[in-house]
């Protein structure tokens, strides 16, 4: 209630969404109205209910002026995954919960598309690569994770289907066979399967049947891997004489060479060849392929960064590939900062690699690529860095960053777009929290005090500062963020301030926040991602210890359906004996709702452990004096 002014953004989504999916289905909308409620306090993101979806209120209430440019992509997101839900889930429904996926990974394919065709200019498929793509590698990388389908035989693992594998690691797979097959006839697929299976229930083998009979390539014999198998390909790319080697095997963040498991993989390939340029697909099905292109000058094995596969190119490709880096498109730039960095992960380079291919790209315009280098940074400093290099590194960010904000100017201006605003966004923060730059932080406190004074900012740098502000918040700080919190005037801005309290790395301030979790001041769809950011922070252990005093009542403050979630910051704990700590509480405390959960975040807490193990006396040398 007085919130209808602030719903225009919504309408515009709801309208564009409703009309963009009824023309790519080709199918009439299956109802007779569609109302978008919000709800102030929902633990999930929407529901789908037929004819009548609700929201957390967040996705609907929005202030145009005053929303950065993730805020606004949330909300047609949001919006256009529920509506495709009413095609995908409802007029055609799985026989089963196993098909879970064929709702959820659809209906996120779906939103991509939707937000893609409604504000181009957000690159919705970059940031689809940054966001969706490496939240379901973060768990497809482990040995626990587990197919997209597989076998229901309990409550409690209906509740697992509702992860990063269902949304995120369907809807990469869908994608990539899109774009594999040829997108015209991978939307006929769709449309002949909801034509055949309207109003009726249906298996994975159905949708197969439809996607098969409207491609040249055999598009069942490609997916059925992909769904049925867990894990995801390691592409491996040497130059041979008169082409290239690729070879296979599974990516794993903790490496086993006895594991053998492969997969059809549809590979994009172009580059050039004796001064000729080639592309072409190929189908990987065998351990290794030759593919004859003549004598390469350069190949990318991953065009348009389609593919859900890490791709590690031998050293003399890769520097070949840098070299012709203004060939590349954004996603093919996107893909090789992000393989490196994940490829110091698994410990097969070392993290002086990561480090010196961001100083190569640090003229990169893209804020997606950005978000890789920053990502990568921050993974440094956490879990490798020792307070002897830590001058040495701060002076290193900001010999990074600063230039690409000093391109951008410290402001808005109307020639720029949306992502150019995001990227000031995220480099202010960087700058401020790993490179410790005076300046910045001087001005993100002004900036905070203009914001905390009702002052018009830019939702980009008033965001940004506040998580500056915050970082080094005292007492009197957190208590004024804390106000803010409770005073917002819509859900956005409620949020933005819950974020900045969060970001407190104060001991004595992030067990304040916990101690508002357990005693019901912060929201009940807040606490769990509350919890989890106050685990990576550097009070991290401290608010794990406490909350393991008070165990029973902060389980009673998270919902059910919800707890899986809580344990998901608790691979930041990689500090020495801490570790040991956690994976001991929770072998005395057991989880049964989130049992797989568990194991999969205990699993990303060694490869954590192990990481600053290894990488810490590399990071070491390379910052010494």
């Not at 954590?608 to 006396?617: C, D, G, Q, S």
């Amino acid at each position: 209630r007085g919130n209808l002014h602030r719903t225009d953004v919504a309408m515009e989504n709801a309208i564009f969404s409703f009309e963009f999916l009824s023309d790519y289905f080709g199918i009439p909308y299956p109802g007779d109205k569609l109302d978008h409620i919000a709800v102030p306090d929902f633990a999930f993101g929407a529901m789908e209910n037929v004819g009548l979806i609700v929201y957390r209120a967040a996705s609907l209430v929005i202030d145009r002026a005053n929303a950065s440019q993730s805020e606004l992509q949330t909300s047609v997101d949001v919006i256009a995954h529920e509506v495709a839900h009413q095609w995908f889930g409802n007029l055609v429904t799985m026989a089963w919960w196993e098909g879970i996926w064929l709702n959820e990974a659809f209906a996120n394919l779906m939103q991509m598309k939707t937000t893609n065709a409604h504000r181009p200019e957000w690159k919705r498929w970059l940031a689809f690569a940054n966001v969706e793509v490496p939240w379901a590698m973060n768990i497809d990388q482990l040995v626990s994770t587990r197919p997209v389908e597989f076998e229901i035989a309990s409550p409690d693992e209906i509740d697992q289907m509702f992860d990063a594998i269902t949304y995120g690691k369907g809807s990469a797979v869908l994608h990539m066979v899109d774009e594999f097959a040829g997108t015209d006839r991978f939307r006929a697929g769709v449309r002949d399967y909801l034509h055949a299976h309207e109003y009726a229930n249906t298996a994975t083998a159905d949708l197969f049947a439809s996607l098969d009979g409207a491609s040249d390539w055999p598009i069942s014999e490609i997916m059925r891997d992909w769904i049925f198998q867990k894990g995801f390909p390691q592409i491996e790319v040497t130059r041979v004489a008169g082409g290239a080697r690729l070879a296979q095997r599974r990516y794993l963040v903790i490496p086993d060479a006895s594991d053998a498991t492969t997969w059809p993989v549809p590979i994009e390939l172009r580059g050039s060849a004796a001064g000729e340029r080639f592309s072409r697909k190929v189908l990987l099905t065998a351990d290794e392929l030759v593919v004859d292109a003549g004598d390469v000058d350069w190949i990318v094995a991953n065009v348009g960064g389609h593919g859900f596969y890490r791709t590690h190119y031998a050293d003399d490709l890769f520097a070949d590939l840098l070299a012709h880096r203004d060939e590349l498109d954004d996603l093919e730039r996107y893909w090789l900062v992000s393989d490196t960095l994940a490829l110091v992960r698994n410990g097969e380079v070392d993290a002086s690699a990561f480090l010196d291919l961001a100083v190569e790209f640090a003229a990169e315009p893209e804020q997606a690529i950005w978000s890789v280098i920053t990502g990568g940074l921050g993974m440094i400093e956490h879990h490798a860095l020792v307070p002897a290099a830590r001058p040495a590194f701060e002076a290193y960010v900001r010999s990074v960053v600063a230039p690409q904000l000093d391109r951008l100017g410290p402001d808005p201006s109307d020639t720029e777009t949306d992502l150019d605003r995001k990227l000031r966004g995220d480099l202010i923060v960087t700058l401020g929290v790993l490179g410790r730059d005076p300046a910045t932080v001087e001005r993100c406190a002004r900036v905070v005090d203009e914001v905390l004074a009702g002052a018009e900012v830019d939702p980009e740098v008033a965001t940004a500062a506040l998580a500056v502000f915050a970082h080094d918040a005292d007492r009197v700080a957190y208590d004024r963020l804390w106000s803010a919190y409770l005073g917002a005037r819509t859900p956005i801005e409620q949020a933005r301030f819950l974020r900045a309290v969060a970001d407190a790395d104060d001991v004595d301030l992030a067990t304040a926040t916990l101690d508002r979790i357990l005693d019901g001041s912060i929201r009940t769809q807040d606490r769990a991602w509350v919890f989890a950011r106050l685990l990576s922070s550097r009070a991290g252990p401290t608010v794990w210890r406490r909350a393991t005093e008070h165990w029973d009542a902060f389980l009673d403050a998270i919902p059910g359906l919800t707890r899986s979630r809580i344990v998901e910051g608790i691979s930041a704990l990689s500090q020495p004996g801490v570790a040991d700590e956690v994976q001991a509480f929770l072998a005395d405390h057991p989880l049964p709702e989130a049992a797989h959960s568990v194991r999969q975040n205990l699993e990303r807490l060694e490869a954590n452990v192990r990481l600053r193990a290894r990488e810490t006396p590399a990071v070491t040398a390379y910052f010494a004096p």
